[in-house]
């Protein structure tokens, strides 16, 4: 028989607001400094300082008030410091764009790595909010780590074409954040009909929440 998992709680609205908050701290923060001269020259540095301020203060929130860390503002408040601390230290913005391909290789890696091993990640992640067939958790957890490859390959097209060795990195920024979060949302919007088919929970069915995304 089909495993499937009980849904125990569905998450706060504000949910949406934490995972992305930090990044749109990062590139308003960016944009507003490069255009004061008195700031343009170190923009980078300061708004990625901000960006690292941003992500540990979710990090603080979550903590304080839901009493847990979500995984995935975990393992982006991780990659987040280590790639943003070394940006600044080695004054060097190429290793920040770096920082968005590791991530979503990682997450595409990780969401393998499991379904090698037969612990989807996926369903570990959402079962909370969805009851659906293993074989569905599976279809999902190979699709979304197709998609993650995908944007792994985008951002490296853009880091290549768009950085600050030609002084386009704020092209790089906000071409990659207009390119990037309406793929996500685009790509999640495109699996709700088949979350919807698969839903076993009695309650009415909730759209599938925002993936991860760096």
Known sequence: MT???KPRHKPGANQLLIDLGPIIVFVVAFNVLNRIPA???E???LSVGIFIAATLAAIGWCRFSRGRIPPVLIVTGVLVTVF???TILLHDPSILQIK???TFLFYAAAILLSLAIKQNIWKLLFRHVFNLPDRIWNVLALRWALFYIALALLNE???HNYNEANGNFDVWLNLRTALTYPAVIGFMLLNIPLVLKHQRDEEEPT???PAPSA
Do not use: H, I, M, S
Request: aromatic residues 10%; glycine residues 10%.
């Open 39 to 41: 700031t343009k020259d």
């Open 43 to 45: 923009a980078v540095y």
């Open 3 to 5: 495993e499937t998992a």
């Open 84 to 86: 943003g601390g070394l």
């Open 157 to 159: 097209v853009l880091r």
């Open 100 to 102: 968005f391909t590791v």
């Open 207 to 209: 759209p599938e929440q």
